[in-house]
Each structure stands twice: as structure tokens, then as C-alpha cells.
């Protein structure tokens, strides 16, 4: 007995994570799990009873979080426009034009996983949609299964990375830090994370050109009347757009603007500018343009000015991400009325997936807050911070060990899971450290990635494993017959993405200033060198003055 008095905190942790192993709901575990080891602890005398009426509190306090209503209306705005056929059109578009590079369909489907992933923030949507739309075609060009697997599983799980994405509203709450800070410090993180996917499937293309082909001749269907493939339109087309984008910022916006209010601004009014040529060129059937240039421009501007106009007002603080997110929900239907896309059943589909999401995600929160109130209750957060406080290396082993725990930890606990009891165990001492949060929270971002990649638990993998090929099929456009997709394949193909996950885990371990960036537009005050000066007063009837204005400094 008087072992477990001692040990409550590490024996209450090691327990909760065998029952999540044994398969138990999560939010459920969590709950029981936390008020079992309640009524022990009031047992054994480690608190009293009335320990328990502060989960009442914090229960409401849950519920009264605005932000948290961000989670529903991005996972809204995303469902959208996904399933209004936003992910087929840009699939096509973008696998016709890198189509002619070798590894090009592969590096389309990285682009579009990015968009995806700006957009639906759910990583099931982005990989069923492109595993459906991509699959078929990369195989029928020849494409090495455990890469065309690979690429598609590791560009769903984008939607972890990039904003406005749900995990980093998750890890927000869970720091108790800024939606919009983590926005801005994760931008230049998952900008390289999508770099180093296309550079790996380019070197792997330029090594081994046929486990990445190009499409052929037969296959190209944007084809101008001389044969030409209609690119050098599109560059002349974005080089107008850059130019007209940078004298634009040079007049709207001020020199000191920050990094992140010039690239959105820029990037809306070079979209802005490309779509007018683009619409004029069309409706006035001027010929400036090519085919796959229109194509481009109509296919790729308007969610991409959707998702940066959100952002944008998020980042200039015009808007909080609640109430950017509710801008994004409005912008998706009117983008699918405009596209005729949008139907009632379109609708109801979307809500009732968005209403099981956020139904989801608060009842794991309440369940980790009523296991988090008595984990504190016996001192575990003491236990925890004591324990990695202490490690070797201070503030470089304090990251290495989590990141190594993290990652293993990952094999059998999904994001949720990790985001809901990890999380609120490492930011404490974390900050105890003197690491920032926002950055902290990043690196563990990118490091949860590997958790849907995961063999053999990784769910991208069972996502992809459930709409990839489990039998030869006979192809309907060439007749050839195409083989099937083994679940060794699909495993195999993501093991380079998950080292290059790491890979961006460690950069960004190594040089801070990629998430830091975020502070670049707070101004920063020197407290030594502020003074404070009071006027001498006159006090009372007599009109003395009480000596000479005193100075703080």
C-alpha cells in the first residue's frame, strides 16, 4: 500500500496506456480511468472529496471555449469543398502539367496533398481522395507501387502540418497558446516538409527513372494546335502576376510589414491578377493564354485565394480562428454553388461528419480533463516535470528523449490520443525548461505525423489499404491488366517519408528560427531601459511641491 502511495502518478500512467492498448474507447478510459484512481486516491488519503468539485468548472470551461468552435467549421469548410470535386479537378490539372516530368503525377499528388490538406484538415478525406483519383492512373503509367502508395499516404497526412490545420488547434488549446502564433510558426515548417517530399521523389525519378515515368504523348490531354504543351504561357502568366504582385505590397504595405502579412497579401493579389488575365483572355478569346495555363488558374486560384484569405485575416488579426474558420465554411458553399456542386445531400453528408468529428473531439477532451484533474490530484504533473527536467543535456536532451518518446509512443496511440494525454504532460516542463511552446508544439506536430504512417498501425496506411487494389483488374481506358496492391507494398513506400518526417523533426530541432519567425511582428520592449517619469504635483491647500519629478529607470 505504501508503495502505491508513492508511486500513484507513474502506476495511474502505465495503466491507462495498457487499457488504450487493449483496445477500450478512448474518451471512456480516460473518464473511468481518472475517476477510479479519484476515489483511490481519496481512499488512501492523497486528497479529500471536495478535491473533485473543480471538474464541474472545468467541464463548462470546455464548453464556453470559443476556440474550439475553429475545429468544426475548418473540418466544415474542408468536407466542402473536397466533396464538391474540388480534389479531382486538381488532381487533373496538376497531374497534366508536371505529367511530362519524370515523377511529375507523383509531385502532383504532393501539391494537391498540400492543398488538401490547407482545406480539409482531416487526413481519411485527403488520402481516400487521392488514393481513388491517383492510384489508378500512376499505375496504369508504370509507377512503382510502394512509391505511388507512399507519396499518397505521407501527402494525406499533410493536413497535420499545414494551416489551418485541426491538430495544430488541438495543440494550441492543449499549450495554452495562440491558434495564430502556432498558424504563423508552423507556415515555414510545412513549406520545407512538402520541398523535401518533391526533391526525394525527383532524385528517386533522376536514379531510378523507370520506378517514376512520365506520361506519354497519348496520355497528355491540354495539347495546343502546334503540339506544345502550353507551358511557357503559364510561366509568362505567373511572372506578370509576381511582378504586378511586389509593386502592389510596395505600395500597400509598409517596409517593417511581417513575413507572413506580405506573403498573404502577395499571394491574393498575384492570384487576383492571374484570374483577371485568365477570365479576360476566356470571355474575350484573346489567345494570350494556353490551355493548361486557363486550366490552371480557373482550377487553382479560388481555393487557394480561400484558404489564404482565411489565413490572411488570421495573421493580420482582422479575425480569430473561430471567426476565420466560419469565413472558410461560407466561402466553401459559395465556391461549390458557383462550381454547381452544391446539392442537400452534399450538405447533410458534410454536417453529419463534422457533427461526429466535434462530438469526438470534446468528449476525448472531457475525458482527458477528468483524467488530468486527478493525475495532478497525486502529483503527477510534479512526477513528470521532475522526471525530464532532470535529463541529461538540458534543453537539446529534454527534446531529443521527448521526440524518441513521442515517436515510439506514436506506434500505438493515435494523434488524438497523444494530443490529449502527452501533450498536457510535456508543455509544463517543457516551459519549465525555458523552451517556447509554440515552437514545442510544432516540433511535436511533426513528429505526430508519423503516427498515420506508422506500420503496421498507421490508419493513412488502412485508409489507403481500403480503396487501393486487392485483386489484378483490367484497366478500363488501355485494357491492360494492372496488378494488385499488396499491404507490403503500401508499408514498404512510406518508410522514406517517414525518415523524412524525421528529418524536418530534427531541422527544425536544429534551427529554431523556422517556427520563431512567429514572433517577428511583436515589437519587443527592453524592460531596463524603460523610464517612468512622474510631473511634480502640487498636493493639499498649500501649493508646496513635493520635491522634484522622481525617475524609475
Not at 512538402?194 to 491540354?222: C, D, H, M, Q, W
Request: proline residues 5%.
Amino acid at each position: 500500500m505504501e508503495f502505491l502511495i508513492a508511486n500513484m502518478a507513474p502506476v495511474m500512467f502505465a495503466s491507462l496506456i495498457l487499457l488504450l492498448l487493449l483496445g477500450f474507447p478512448v474518451a471512456f478510459t480516460l473518464a473511468g480511468h481518472g475517476l477510479l484512481f479519484g476515489l483511490l486516491g481519496v481512499e488512501l488519503g492523497l486528497f479529500e472529496p471536495a478535491f473533485f468539485q473543480a471538474l464541474p468548472q472545468r467541464i463548462f470551461g470546455i464548453i464556453s471555449n470559443d476556440t474550439l468552435l475553429a475545429i468544426p467549421f475548418f473540418t466544415f469548410m474542408g468536407l466542402i469543398l473536397e466533396r464538391s470535386g474540388m480534389a479531382e479537378d486538381l488532381l487533373e490539372t496538376i497531374g497534366q502539367l508536371f505529367g511530362p516530368l519524370r515523377g511529375g503525377l507523383a509531385i502532383a499528388v504532393v501539391v494537391v496533398g498540400a492543398l488538401l490538406g490547407a482545406t480539409t484538415g482531416v487526413v481519411s478525406a485527403s488520402v481516400i481522395s487521392m488514393g481513388l483519383i491517383s492510384l489508378p492512373i500512376m499505375l496504369r503509367y508504370g509507377y512503382d507501387r510502394s512509391l505511388a502508395t507512399g507519396v499518397i499516404a505521407a501527402s494525406g497526412t499533410l493536413s497535420q502540418i499545414i494551416p489551418p490545420s485541426i491538430v495544430l488547434i488541438v495543440l494550441a488549446d492543449q499549450l495554452g497558446r495562440s491558434i495564430g502564433d502556432m498558424y504563423r510558426g508552423a507556415m515555414v515548417p510545412a513549406i520545407m516538409t512538402v520541398s523535401l517530399y518533391i526533391a526525394y521523389i525527383l532524385i528517386l525519378a533522376l536514379i531510378k527513372p523507370n520506378r517514376a515515368p512520365a506520361i506519354p504523348k497519348e496520355g497528355r490531354t491540354f495539347i495546343e494546335p502546334n503540339g506544345s504543351h502550353g507551358v511557357p504561357s503559364l510561366l509568362v502568366l505567373l511572372v506578370v502576376s509576381s511582378v504586378a504582385s511586389y509593386f502592389a505590397c510596395q505600395v500597400v504595405l509598409s517596409e517593417t510589414a511581417p513575413i507572413d502579412e506580405t506573403v498573404v497579401v502577395g499571394t491574393l493579389i498575384g492570384g487576383a491578377v492571374a484570374f483577371v488575365i485568365a477570365a479576360l483572355n476566356n470571355l474575350l478569346k484573346l489567345g494570350w493564354l494556353s490551355q493548361i495555363a486557363e486550366r490552371v488558374t480557373f482550377v487553382m486560384i479560388p481555393p487557394l485565394a480561400l484558404i489564404f484569405l482565411v489565413l490572411g485575416t488570421i495573421f493580420l488579426g482582422v479575425a480569430t480562428p473561430t471567426e476565420g474558420g466560419a469565413m472558410g465554411a461560407v466561402g466553401a458553399i459559395v465556391m461549390a454553388l458557383l462550381r454547381k456542386r452544391l446539392s442537400w445531400s452534399l450538405l447533410k453528408q458534410a454536417m453529419e461528419t463534422t457533427t461526429k468529428l466535434a462530438a469526438f473531439v470534446i468528449f476525448i477532451l472531457v475525458g482527458s480533463t477528468v483524467f488530468a484533474l486527478t493525475f495532478r490530484g497525486v502529483n503527477g504533473d510534479l512526477w513528470v516535470e521532475h522526471l525530464l527536467v532532470g535529463l541529461p543535456g538540458g534543453e537539446i536532451g529534454f527534446l531529443v528523449i521527448v521526440s524518441i518518446f513521442v515517436f515510439v509512443m506514436a506506434f500505438f496511440l493515435d494523434f488524438f490520443e497523444l494530443a490529449f494525454i502527452i501533450v498536457p504532460l510535456l508543455g509544463p516542463a517543457a516551459e519549465a525548461i525555458g523552451i517556447d511552446l509554440i515552437w514545442f508544439g510544432v516540433l511535436l506536430a511533426l513528429n505526430m505525423q508519423t503516427s498515420f504512417m506508422h506500420p503496421p498501425f498507421g490508419f493513412a496506411l488502412f485508409y489507403l489499404r481500403s480503396v487501393a487494389p486487392k485483386e489484378d483488374y483490367q484497366d478500363k481506358l488501355t485494357g491492360q491488366t494492372i496488378k494488385k496492391v499488396t499491404t507490403g507494398q503500401i508499408y514498404w513506400g512510406s518508410i522514406p517519408f517517414i525518415c523524412i518526417q524525421l528529418l524536418m523533426v530534427a531541422l527544425v530541432m536544429m534551427f529554431p528560427s523556422t517556427v520563431m519567425h512567429y514572433k517577428g511582428g511583436v515589437s519587443k520592449v527592453d524592460l531596463e531601459s524603460v523610464e517612468i517619469e512622474i510631473e511634480g504635483a502640487n498636493y493639499g491647500t498649500g501649493g508646496g511641491a513635493y520635491g522634484s519629478a522622481p525617475v524609475f529607470q
